[in-house]
C-alpha cells in the first residue's frame, strides 16, 4: 500500500494566491482602455482639429461603452484595492532589475496593460542552481519579464521534487517588489509539501492546497534578516533575527534530520560548536558584504531534508538542502574593501591567469579567489586572523557529512555572486593544505589544485547577468550506512 500511496503524492496539484483579487474586474478596466487606445490609433484622433476630436472622442466613449455593456452587466464595481492596484507604479528591485535589465523600460500599469493578449504560461524545470544555474536564471529572467508588462501569468513549476530551496528564496526576496499579476500555477504535491514545511509558501503569499501532512520532509524554516532603512515589519524589533539564533535553529535541525530511526546518530558538542561558527561567520559575512561599509545588510537562510525513494525503488535516500541569501554585493565588489597586501595578491593572479588565456572574467577569478583561507574584505578580521576561512570550513563539513559510496549523488554546493557561478563538487569540492607545513587549504579548481593553473570552465564560469549579491546552495545526502559506519568506528577506539 505504501508504493500507491507514493504514486498518489507525486501527482500534480496547483497552487494559487491567497489573497486573490478580481480578476473579471481588473480585466474589465484594461479591456476599456485598450478598446479606446485602440479605437484612437485607427482613427488617428490626435492628428485631427480640436472640434473634429471632441466629437470623435465622445463617439469613441459611445462606442466603447457599447462594446462593454453586455460585459458589465456580469461585473461588480472595482473595491479601493483593486484600484490601487490598478495605478500602482512601479517598484525599483536589485533583483528583477539585474536579472532582466530592460524591466523598468518596459514596465507598464496594470490599467495599461493589453488584456485581450493571450496570458503566459511560465514553464519552470530544472529549477536549481545545485543542477541547472543556467537555466534557473533563465526561469528568474522569464518571471520578471512577465511581471512588467503581461496582465496576468501562470508559473508551472515541472520537477517532480523540490532539487534546491535557493531558487524560491531569490523569489521571495523580490516577490513583494513585483505586481500581483501571477495567477496560480501547476505544482507537484512533493513540491507543495516542501515550500510549505520551510515557510517560503507564507514568503511569497501563495496556497498550496495540495498539502495536508509533512511526512518525509523534515525543515529549517526560513528565516531573514532585514538591512538598517529595509524592514517590512511593524515590529522590528521584536522579531529581529540574529545570525545567532539561525545557528541554534540550525544545529537542532541538522540534529533531527540525523537522529532519524534509520540514521540515529547526533552531533556531539564540538560538532556543534564547529557548526554554529561556520553558519555565523557565513552569515556575518553575507551581513558585511550586502551593505557596503554599513555592515547592516540582509540574507535569507533556510533549508530542509527529504526522504525519498532511490532510483531503483529499493531504498529510502536522505536528501538535505541548505540555501543562503545575501542581496547587495558581490564577492569581488567587496573585495575592493580589502587590505592593500589582499588586494596585491588578487591583481597578481587575475593578471597571471589572463596572460594564459584564463576564459573566466576578472570578477569570476576573484570569486574564486575568494573562496580560499584567509581572504576577507574586513580588515579588523585580517589583522586578527580569524576571518575568510567560512567558505573552506563549510566544503570541509559538506564533504564528512555528505561523503557515500553512491557516486551520483556525492554533495554539490553552488556559488552564484554577481555574474560570477562556481559549481563545486567531485573532484573539486574539498579544500586541500596548500603545503605540508602550512594549514591553509586552497581550491583552484584544476587537476594540480595550483593558483598558477586555469581554472576549469566547467565548474568555474560568468552567468550573465547574475544577482545582485550572492547565493549559496548546498545539496548533500546522509548516508546511513556510512554515517553508522564511521560512528561505529569512534566508538571502538
Not at 507543495?192 to 509533512?214: D, P, Y
Not at 554554529?276 to 540574507?299: F, Q, T, V, Y
Request: with cysteine.
Amino acid at each position: 500500500m505504501s508504493g500507491i500511496k507514493d504514486l498518489l503524492q507525486v501527482a500534480s496539484g496547483r497552487f494559487g494566491l491567497k489573497k486573490e483579487t478580481n480578476n473579471s474586474a481588473l480585466l474589465l478596466s484594461q479591456i476599456r482602455r485598450t478598446k479606446r487606445d485602440r479605437i484612437r490609433k485607427h482613427w488617428n484622433v490626435d492628428g485631427l482639429a480640436a472640434k473634429q476630436r471632441a466629437s470623435l472622442k465622445r463617439a469613441i466613449r459611445t462606442k466603447v461603452n457599447e462594446y462593454l455593456r453586455p460585459i458589465r452587466k456580469q461585473r461588480r464595481r472595482l473595491t479601493r484595492d483593486e484600484q490601487v492596484l490598478l495605478l500602482r507604479g512601479k517598484r525599483p528591485s536589485r533583483i528583477l532589475d539585474r536579472i532582466f535589465p530592460r524591466r523598468m523600460a518596459l514596465w507598464l500599469k496594470l490599467v495599461e496593460r493589453d488584456a485581450q493578449n493571450e496570458l503566459p504560461e511560465i514553464e519552470v524545470q530544472n529549477f536549481s542552481l545545485l543542477h541547472d544555474p543556467y537555466a534557473t536564471l533563465n526561469s528568474l529572467k522569464k518571471i520578471a519579464a512577465a511581471e512588467a508588462s503581461a496582465p496576468g501569468a501562470m508559473i508551472h513549476f515541472r520537477d517532480e521534487y523540490c532539487l534546491d530551496v535557493a531558487p524560491f528564496m531569490i523569489l521571495a526576496e523580490c516577490w513583494n517588489e513585483m505586481l500581483p499579476i501571477f495567477q496560480g500555477g501547476e505544482m507537484s504535491l512533493p513540491m507543495q509539501k516542501v515550500l510549505a514545511a520551510v515557510g517560503v509558501q507564507h514568503a511569497l503569499g501563495i496556497g498550496l492546497n495540495g498539502v495536508s501532512e509533512f511526512s518525509n520532509v523534515w525543515a529549517f524554516p526560513l528565516m531573514r534578516r532585514r538591512g538598517a532603512g529595509s524592514t517590512q515589519s511593524s515590529t522590528p524589533f521584536l522579531d529581529a533575527q540574529t545570525r545567532e539564533f539561525a545557528s541554534d535553529r540550525f544545529c537542532d535541525a541538522l540534529n533531527l534530520w540525523l537522529s532519524h530511526p534509520e540514521i540515529g546518530i547526533s552531533l556531539n558538542s564540538h560538532g556543534i560548536a564547529k557548526i554554529k561558527n561556520l553558519l555565523g561567520e557565513l552569515l556575518e559575512n553575507a551581513e558585511r558584504h550586502s551593505d557596503g561599509n554599513r555592515r547592516d545588510g540582509s540574507w535569507a537562510v533556510s533549508g530542509f531534508m527529504a526522504r525519498r525513494r532511490s532510483e531503483d525503488a529499493e531504498e529510502w535516500v536522505y536528501r538535505a538542502h541548505l540555501g543562503i541569501v545575501s542581496i547587495g554585493d558581490s564577492f569581488s565588489e567587496s573585495l575592493d574593501r580589502a587590505l592593500p597586501d589582499v588586494q596585491r595578491a588578487l591583481d597578481d593572479y587575475v593578471y597571471l591567469m589572463k596572460s594564459k588565456g584564463a576564459p573566466q572574467s576578472e570578477k569570476t577569478l576573484r570569486t574564486l579567489a575568494a573562496l580560499q583561507d584567509g581572504v576577507t574584505c574586513a580588515a579588523d578580521a585580517d589583522e586578527d586572523q580569524r576571518g575568510g576561512f567560512g567558505l573552506q570550513e563549510m566544503l570541509e563539513i559538506v564533504s564528512l557529512l555528505g561523503e557515500t559510496s553512491h557516486p551520483d549523488r556525492s554533495p554539490r554546493v553552488t556559488i552564484l555572486s554577481g555574474s560570477s557561478c562556481i559549481r563545486l563538487r567531485k573532484p573539486y569540492l574539498r579544500g586541500e593544505p596548500k603545503e605540508t607545513n602550512d594549514p591553509t587549504r586552497v581550491l583552484w579548481c584544476n587537476s594540480m589544485n595550483s593558483k598558477d593553473n586555469i581554472p576549469d570552465p566547467s565548474y568555474v564560469f560568468d552567468l550573465e547577468p547574475g544577482l545582485p549579491g550572492t547565493v549559496i546552495s548546498v545539496g548533500f545526502v546522509l548516508d546511513p550506512d556510512y554515517l553508522k559506519a564511521v560512528t561505529a568506528g569512534e566508538n571502538d577506539e
